[in-house]
């Protein structure tokens, strides 16, 4: 006996015994898909970094010491002049006084509460930098903005070196396990409150906080945007090729199942929603609607040949049943090889595509034979195009083969060469350019600042109380001062 038979008796089977095939398999992906309720969408790029690799360890190691490393930084400019005006300060003072209620709030710093040392005499006086401002004139305008860009401690740090924009940076201490919404959301009021207030001044959200939330928000919009779009999509496509409404609804919903417990199965794993996992559900529908399209077309193209609707599939299985068989399995083995990858993400969203195409090959064998059997769906000779149009296709391959190979083979050889246009670079914080609040910061901040990120240095000591010995002092200083000739932003953390 051939696998036809055998692919005959299992669909002839299937068929007969419909209802029952469906209250089980109903109740099987209910169980998988719940498995959703634990898919969370993180703050950060944490599932992009394996747990051993070294530069990461570094960061959880100054973690354990110093405390989690995130900032939120509000990015000030004024329209026209610099800094060192009433409405600008008043602005970054009322800022910098809210900032304290942010959500996880440890620290703020800015140019007007920036502890200025003053020696009057024998009497050392350390206060905010700028106070009073309502009271202040040109002329202690000015001589504020001199004080300010002799400090080493401002400049690039609260201060740009033409002094025309100004950061006030939130340090915040998160509870493990929590995102960053609380604070961005906060972060955000202040940012509509202040551009209603001062519509001449520019304030902008920045800071690692702001770029860990964007993984967060892309992920959760990606989502909410594609996935609508292309539903409507393939069922278009759909209809096109099938002729039908009803055989069209059949392939939404074979993929649609096919998708749900695909993500299920993810969050029974464990998996974060980064954004590489939100492109999972697109490959799983490709395959699921290649399948439905096989499957469903042949199934068509019987019936318009007088076969009844149970036969017309049963032979439509016979012919593809193997072919969406391998397809299903040569995309899970490519798509598993991710995981020999370093980056987390990446094979969170090849394993969830592995077992989509597992679950897709599965509902296309059972649940899409039993729908198709069930609606009454029909078919004239000209209904389904996809089969003439193939032939078609075949037949002119056939026709023009040398033609045909030349023509490919120099076309491939050409897009080839390109690939040595590919090339790696660290302007990690370009992957966002597409976000229109970030990319918006990220051209006032780079360019006044060169970024809003903070580099961070664990410079031990051998000896308890090594940092006060002037040797150290010493070599901390050429530190800083190497350092400074490449970078703006330069803070150092000591330990004793």
Do not use: C
Request: hydrophobic share 45%; net charge negative.
């Amino acid at each position: 006996m051939n696998i036809d038979s055998y692919i005959e008796k299992y669909t002839t089977l299937l068929i007969s015994h419909r209802f029952k095939s469906i209250f089980l398999l109903s109740i099987l992906i209910f169980l998988i898909s719940s498995g959703m309720r634990f898919l969370e969408t993180p703050s950060g790029y944490r599932g992009f970094v394996e747990n051993e690799f070294t530069h990461y360890k570094n960061i959880t190691n100054l973690e354990e010491k110093y405390g989690k490393i995130d900032v939120l930084t509000y990015a000030i400019k004024a329209d026209e002049g610099d800094i060192f005006q009433k409405d600008v300060l008043l602005l970054i003072d009322e800022l910098t006084n809210n900032s304290w209620q942010t959500p996880y709030s440890s620290r703020v710093e800015s140019i007007t509460n920036h502890q200025y040392t003053k020696v009057n005499g024998d009497d050392i006086d350390i206060g905010d930098f700028i106070t009073n401002i309502d009271s202040l004139t040109e002329d202690d305008l000015s001589n504020l903005k001199s004080l300010a860009l002799k400090e080493d401690n401002v400049v690039h740090f609260i201060l740009s070196e033409n002094s025309k924009a100004s950061l006030v940076n939130i340090y915040l201490e998160m509870p493990e396990d929590v995102t960053f919404t609380e604070p961005m959301e906060f972060a955000k009021e202040q940012k509509e409150y202040f551009e209603e207030k001062y519509p001449d001044i520019f304030v902008g959200i920045a800071g690692t906080v702001q770029y860990a939330h964007n993984f967060q928000t892309t992920a959760e919009r990606d989502a909410q945007t594609m996935y609508p779009i292309f539903v409507i999509l393939i069922f278009i496509l759909s209809y096109i090729l099938l002729r039908s409404i009803l055989a069209s609804l059949i392939t939404i919903f074979v993929i649609i199942l096919s998708i749900l417990p695909s993500m299920g199965s993810a969050g029974w794993f464990g998996f974060d929603v980064n954004p590489p996992l939100i492109i999972a559900p697109i490959i799983i529908l490709t395959i699921a609607l290649a399948h439905s399209i096989h499957i469903i077309s042949i199934a068509m193209t019987n019936m318009s040949e007088g076969m009844s609707r149970n036969q017309a599939v049963v032979e439509s299985m016979k012919i593809n049943f193997v072919p969406v068989f391998l397809t299903s399995l040569t995309t899970a083995i490519g798509m598993g090889g991710v995981n020999l990858g370093k980056i987390p993400a990446f094979s969170e969203m090849a394993n969830t595509v592995v077992v989509g195409s597992a679950y897709s090959f599965i509902l296309s064998v059972t649940l899409l034979p039993i729908l198709f059997s069930l609606l009454p769906i029909k078919s004239k000779v000209k209904s389904v195009i996809i089969l003439g149009a193939l032939e078609r296709l075949g037949t002119f391959i056939f026709n023009f083969k040398y033609t045909l190979l030349i023509t490919m083979g120099t076309i491939s050889i050409v897009l080839f060469s390109f690939l040595a246009n590919l090339y790696f670079d660290e302007k990690w914080d370009n992957y966002f350019d597409r976000v229109p609040s970030w990319l918006e910061v990220k051209d006032v901040v780079d360019k006044e600042f060169g970024s809003s990120f903070f580099l961070f240095a664990d410079i031990k000591t051998d000896q308890s109380d090594g940092i006060t010995d002037p040797a150290y002092l010493k070599k901390l200083e050429d530190f800083l001062m190497f350092y400074l000739k490449f970078l703006f932003q330069l803070y150092f953390l000591e330990d004793q």
